[in-house]
T-cell receptor, first 112, second 112 residues
Framework: GAVVSQHPSWVICKSGTSVKIECRSLDFQATTMFWYRQFPKQSLMLMATSNEGSKATYEQGVEKDKFLINHASLTLSTLTVTSAHPEDSSFYIC????????FGPGTRLTVL | GQQVMQIPQYQHVQEGEDFTTYCNSSTTLSNIQWYKQRPGGHPVFLIQLVKSGEVKKQKRLTFQFGEAKKNSSLHITATQTTDVGTYFCAGGGGTSYGKLTFGQGTILTVHP
C-alpha cells in the first residue's frame, strides 16, 4: 500500500518555541493531506485539511495562526506549531487519502 | 455538523470470546471506514463499506453497514491477544474529498 512518512517521530521543546512537523507521501502524489491531533486514549481530532497550492482549511476552534500549514508540493505538507505551550503536547498525525486514508506514523510533541 | 458516536469506549474480553463495537452517525454516510490502532502506533485501514446493508468479512472480522447508511458494526469472533488495540470507525460524507469524521474508538483488551 501507499506509504506516508512523518518527521520527526518525537520532539521535546521548550515553551515558546516553534516546532515543524513534516508529512511526506513517499510513493504517490497527494493534493490533499489531513492533520490530526490525538490525546491519550482519545479519538483523532481533525485539525485541518492541507491543500497543495492553496490555503489550508481549518476546523472550527483550530487557530490557523498557531498551527501553520504549508503544502508546497504534491508530496510534502508541513505543520508548524508556533509558540508552543504545554497544552499543545499531543500526538500529531497526518494522512493522505487514496480512497482510504494512509496515515503517517505520527509525531509525539512534548512541550516543557 | 456530522457526528459519529461509537460504543463501547472500553471492552475487556477473555481470549476466545467475541467482541463487537458499534457506530452511529447523525447523518447519512457515503461510506464508512474502519481502522485499528495498536498501542503507540498509528491507525491502519481495515475496510471500507459503501453500499446499504453491506456485509464484509476478513477472517474473524465481520463488518456491517446499516440499511440507512447511518450505522455500522465490527464483530470479532474468538478474539486473540493480537486483536488488542483501539478500533475506530470513520464516516465519510462531507463535501471535502477524503474527509472523515472519526468515532471515539473502542479500546479492546484481550486477557489470555
Amino acid at each position: 500500500g501507499a506509504v506516508v512518512s512523518q518527521h520527526p517521530s518525537w520532539v521535546i521543546c521548550k515553551s515558546g518555541t516553534s516546532v515543524k512537523i513534516e508529512c511526506r507521501s513517499l510513493d504517490f502524489q497527494a493534493t490533499t493531506m489531513f492533520w490530526y491531533r490525538q490525546f491519550p486514549k482519545q479519538s483523532l481530532m481533525l485539525m485541518a485539511t492541507s491543500n497543495e497550492g492553496s490555503k489550508a482549511t481549518y476546523e472550527q476552534g483550530v487557530e490557523k495562526d498557531k498551527f501553520l500549514i504549508n503544502h508546497a508540493s504534491l508530496t510534502l505538507s508541513t505543520l508548524t506549531v508556533t509558540s508552543a505551550h504545554p497544552e499543545d503536547s499531543s500526538f500529531y498525525i497526518c494522512s493522505a487519502p487514496i480512497g482510504e486514508q494512509f496515515f503517517g506514523p505520527g509525531t509525539r510533541l512534548t512541550v516543557l | 455538523g456530522q457526528q459519529v458516536m461509537q460504543i463501547p469506549q472500553y471492552q475487556h474480553v477473555q481470549e476466545g470470546e467475541d467482541f463487537t463495537t458499534y457506530c452511529n452517525s447523525s447523518t447519512t454516510l457515503s461510506n464508512i471506514q474502519w481502522y485499528k490502532q495498536r498501542p503507540g502506533g498509528h491507525p491502519v485501514f481495515l475496510i471500507q463499506l459503501v453500499k446499504s446493508g453491506e456485509v464484509k468479512k476478513q477472517k474473524r472480522l465481520t463488518f456491517q453497514f446499516g440499511e440507512a447508511k447511518k450505522n455500522s458494526s465490527l464483530h470479532i469472533t474468538a478474539t486473540q491477544t493480537t486483536d488488542v488495540g483501539t478500533y475506530f470507525c470513520a464516516g465519510g460524507g462531507g463535501t471535502s474529498y477524503g474527509k472523515l469524521t472519526f468515532g471515539q474508538g473502542t479500546i479492546l483488551t484481550v486477557h489470555p
